[in-house]
């Protein structure tokens, strides 16, 4: 009896023994993922720290425990971690969620998460983790139901045992480096409500078996993928699903038709791929699409009027196609469109009138078409336009007056189109506007005596009909970086105002009437890399200060009445690779230091009075004309007056000696 009591008491205490050390283990698995998570950093999980409380380490940060304090999760994320997780995380048997977004973590898998066998959800996206995912780590996890290793560096082939996980609803192993095919055994994941597979090194055919998984919601099989052939018609089964993005992932052949089929799809994405043929009018079934994107494909044909049934779309995105034919009318009646992008396609005729109109649209870019008529009056009709981009096209008439009220305009985009009239005066006080792009046109008249759109980066002018002077208000862009204003009919000086323009890369205003002096302020710009003055009727000289522009690599002052001797000081600007000064009245000799050394000739023709280094006749400063010094002209006055003064005694010599003549001869008359 007492041997038998001597052994349960054994057993009692042994079981209590393990009880305690089994609580207290989950505080030195924690500290022991803390030491190896961390890194050599040293911070993040500050709280983590030991303690003889049984239940301390379950107010640590992103730890989760159940009543008998053992831990049920880990959720760290966006938490500066850069070291591995360690194999001492499989002792964790009681863990249902694992989370660790975001963190740095490297290294590969330890093997022993196997035995969380306990486990429902893995969230480990976006780290560096490295190595294959083995199937034997997979397998025994039977309770999975999510599974994230986006974004990673994971390599090797997909895994099979996936597909015994019956009740995974979310797999996600895009943006890492998996190679080979998909395994037809995904198929057998009845339960499967996401994949997503994007961004891999996956090739061969998209198995058409995964038209089974009618549970699916979310398919991305696109980006860095390289399949073979097409779109699986059987996807057209896919009756639950409301994404499908196989965008950049070397499709083929046309687009099915039974996609038509597919009532719940929102999102369908098969951009950058080699698809051809038409738009199938059985599109128009997708009644719930709100993003469709079929641009950088081989499409040809019309967009049909069918599309018109997608009153839900706000995102239209058809460029860099072969489409031809008028835009549809039915695009401007699409009552949630936000987004037209049909850039470089062949479409006609003019754009929808009603287009803008629902008050909603932000995007519309119609770039390099043959697209005619003029601009719709309505199309920032809710406020709301940010991009306007109709260039290379065959668009006449003025600017709407309205554009010039759109404050959330942020980029114009018109040039190389036949716009005539006034440019909006409002347009120049846009606050949120950044580009203004509106050269190769016919604009004529003035520009505004009053600008305030301080966010104004870009602002393309050239190649109009522009008059009248440079506003001194243009010295109110201060965000301005580029300045194309050549090839108009500006006339006037150069105002002072422009040195407030800080941030200016680039200007150019040659081609112009433009006159008076350059500004010597223009050293007050220290960013100018490109000055481009040419072609107008400056005068005076260069401003030494142009030398103090650090950055400048390129100046062109040809063809203007520009004089007087070239700085010296220009020599010293290394960053000078382009200069031209010629057809000007330059004087002097050239200096014959540093860039110009390397200059060429031509930079400099059509100075009659400029002396290049070339010309070994060339005389010295001091002998060419109207540069004389004091000393020397006193030197030639005294040699010419002593010149005339021996002429001078000549003179009187000689007349003495006639006049003795003239005597001796009339005495011998007598």
């Known amino acids: 009896m007492k041997m038998l009591f001597g052994y349960c008491m054994l057993h009692s205490i042994a079981f209590l023994s393990v009880y305690i050390s089994y609580a207290l283990s989950d505080i030195e698995v924690l500290l022991k993922l803390k030491s190896s998570m961390v ?67 490297t290294g590969e898998l330890p093997p022993d998460i196997s035995n969380i066998t306990s486990i429902k959800f893995i969230n480990i996206s976006s780290n560096t983790f490295s190595g294959s995912l083995h199937g034997s780590m997979i397998a025994p996890m039977t309770k999975l139901e999510v599974f994230d290793a986006y974004n990673n560096n994971f390599t090797g082939k997909l895994p099979t045992e996936f597909a015994k996980l019956k009740k995974l609803k979310i797999l996600h192993l895009g943006g ?3 190679y080979g095919v998909i395994p037809e055994a995904y198929s057998e994941l009845q339960s499967l409500e996401s994949l997503g597979l994007q961004g891999n090194d996956l090739t061969g055919k998209i198995p058409v078996s995964l038209g089974r998984l009618l549970n699916l919601k979310v398919l991305y099989l696109g980006y860095f993928n390289a399949y073979e052939g097409g779109i699986p018609l059987e996807f057209g089964q896919l009756s639950s699903l409301q994404v499908l993005d196989m965008g950049g992932c070397n499709l083929s052949g046309e687009i099915p038709k039974t996609l038509g089929n597919l009532k719940m799809l929102e999102h369908l994405y098969l951009q950058f791929n080699s698809l051809t043929g038409q738009i199938p009018s059985q599109l128009s079934g997708l009644v719930s699409l709100k993003f469709l994107d079929l641009s950088l494909n081989d499409l040809s044909g019309q967009v049909t009027d069918s599309l018109l049934e997608l009153k839900n779309l706000t995102l239209l995105n058809l460029f860099r196609n072969q489409l031809h034919g008028p835009v549809p009318s039915f695009i401007g009646d699409l009552p949630n469109l936000e987004v037209l992008q049909i850039w470089e396609n062949n479409f ?56 010039g009220e759109c404050k959330s305009l942020e980029r114009v985009r018109i040039m190389k189109n036949s716009f005539n009239g006034k440019v909006p005066a409002g347009l120049f006080r846009l606050p949120s506007l950044s580009v203004l792009e509106i050269s190769n046109n ?32 243009m010295g109110n862009l201060v965000s301005l970086t580029t300045l194309s204003m050549e090839m108009n009919r500006f006339s006037g000086e150069i105002p002072e105002e422009m040195s407030n323009l800080k941030r200016l890369s680039v200007i150019d205003i ?40 650090m950055k400048l690599n390129s100046l062109n002052l040809s063809r203007n009445r520009l004089g007087g001797q070239i700085p010296d000081e220009m020599g ?35 100075n009659p009075n400029l002396c290049l280094p070339s010309n070994l006749s060339c005389p010295s400063f001091h002998e ?22 021996g002429t001078f005694v000549l003179l009187l010599v000689v007349t003495c000696i006639v006049i003795s003549r003239r005597r001796r001869f009339h005495k011998l008359r007598m």
Request: a negative charge.
């Open 348 to 403: 006609t005729s003019t754009l929808p009138k009603n287009i803008g109109q629902n008050g909603k649209l932000v995007l519309l870019d119609v770039a390099s078409n043959q697209l005619t008529g003029t601009i719709p009056r309505h199309l920032c009709g809710g406020g709301k336009l940010k991009k306007l981009i109709l260039m290379e096209n065959y668009f006449s008439g003025p600017i709407p007056e309205e554009l």
């Open 510 to 549: 040659s081609g112009n009437n433009v006159s008076g002096h350059i500004p010597t302020s223009i050293g007050d710009c220290p960013e100018l890399t490109s000055i481009d003055l040419s072609g107008n009727i400056l005068e005076g000289e260069i401003p030494k200060g142009i030398s103090s522009l």
């Open 176 to 178: 890492n480096y998996f």
């Open 39 to 105: 890194g050599p950093s040293g911070s993040g999980l500050e709280d983590w720290k030991h303690s003889s409380s049984p239940s301390a380490h379950c107010s640590f940060s992103g730890v989760t425990c159940d009543e008998g304090s053992q831990v049920t999760a880990l959720n760290i994320s966006y938490t500066p971690l850069f070291g591995t997780i360690p194999p001492e995380i499989g002792r964790l048997n009681k863990l249902v969620n694992l989370t660790l977004v975001t963190s740095n973590l």
């Open 624 to 645: 060419i004309p109207g540069r004389q010094s004091k000393s020397f002209s006193t030197t030639k006055v005294g040699i010419i007056m002593v010149i005339v003064l």
């Open 442 to 473: 016919h604009f004529t008249g003035e520009l505004p005596l009053q600008m305030s759109a301080d966010k104004l980066e870009l602002l393309a002018l050239s190649n109009n009909f522009l008059t009248g002077e440079i506003p001194p208000a």
């Open 572 to 606: 010293l600007m290394i960053s000078l690779t382009f200069l031209d000064l010629s057809y000007n009245n330059f004087s002097g000799r050239l200096p014959m230091n540093n860039q110009f050394l390397f200059s060429n000739n031509r930079s400099f023709a059509g």
